[in-house]
């Protein structure tokens, strides 16, 4: 099955080639001609990388696969902005390649499941890939510019102030791939935070505001459009003998007790980093650099927090689920 899921990728990677504009992402961005880059940028993506991690086997799943393909998108959002010739080839880019998989859902989900029997097995864990879908699928909005990553020092201008608990998309997607949220509802109430910071730093009658308002339809529906499966899973993590109850018992008594304590989320800069800074409020996760969710509430109210990793590292059966 992993064979037969690269070569579809591979097909994709063939078809993005005629895309008007690819060249200009074909390699890393220069830190040589644009020093600034990696100030904005802290992820960066090409396609010569995620080509080789094609021919290295590196995905296991269509969701991994994407998230590095919408990076193309997010950074030269980020960079150039939403309206800049090279954001609207990664946009090209970016539907192409979902054209492609698309084109054979069906297929691509059956070797998905053959590769990662996990998703089948703990509804926590499909759950939680629906919703890094939907973050992934709405930070990609032209109206999400805003919203992504946490406000650089030139950017906030006492937006610590007039913000209590700052949550951007970038932070929301990292709590998914956390397996942080167990309902549509907990997952909701993140987008509906970003909503409400937006009123309170910006103001009701804002852009930003409306874009902010825009995102969270757009997540509405979305979920509205997986309602039957959402539910499903909803009821299964519930059940007494689910994988995901038992493996956060598991965790809460014992195994993120010694853990470090994150950095606090939506920490600002103090002052313009240099090319080999970190931004400050910022951690590795995965591929991704993101802000850090506090996780010690979630520990103690519902023994959510705890990701693939931490999941599975001690399943005789490793080596065939998807480990994050």
Known sequence: PLLSFYNILEEAYKEVQVVPGVSDFMDPVSSKLYPEYRVYVKSPMDLKTIKENISN????????????????????????????????????????????????????????????PAIEKDPLISLSLLF????????????????????????????????????????????????????????????????????????????????AEILRQRGMELLASYSEKLSELEQNILLPHSPSNLLSETVVSGSLENSPKPLRQGELL????????????????????????????????????????QAYNSSEDNDDMYVD
Request: proline residues 3%.
């Open 57 to 116: 086997y590196h995905y296991k799943c269509q969701e991994e696969f994407m998230e590095h393909v919408s990076l193309l998108l997010l950074n030269s959002t980020r960079f150039n902005g939403p309206d800049h010739e090279l954001t609207k080839v990664a946009g090209d880019i970016v539907k192409t390649f979902k054209d492609c998989l698309a084109a054979q859902f069906t297929r691509v989900r059956e070797l998905e499941l053959e590769i990662n």
């Open 132 to 211: 890094r879908e939907i973050t992934r699928e709405i930070s990609m909005l032209p109206e999400a510019a805003h919203f992504i990553y946490p406000l650089i020092v030139e950017e906030a201008h006492g937006y610590t102030d007039k913000v209590r608990e700052p949550v951007f998309l970038i932070q929301i997607y990292q709590s998914c791939k956390k397996l942080n949220y167990r309902s549509r509802d907990e997952f909701l109430s993140r987008i509906d935070l970003l909503v409400n910071n937006s009123i309170d730093y910006y103001g009701l009658e804002h852009a930003n505001t409306r874009c």
């Open 270 to 309: 103090t002052e313009t980093p240099t090319f080999d800074d970190t931004v400050v409020g910022y951690e590795e996760f995965g591929d991704m650099n993101v802000v850090e969710e506090e996780i010690t509430d979630d520990i103690s109210e519902d023994g959510a927090a705890y990701s693939y990793d």
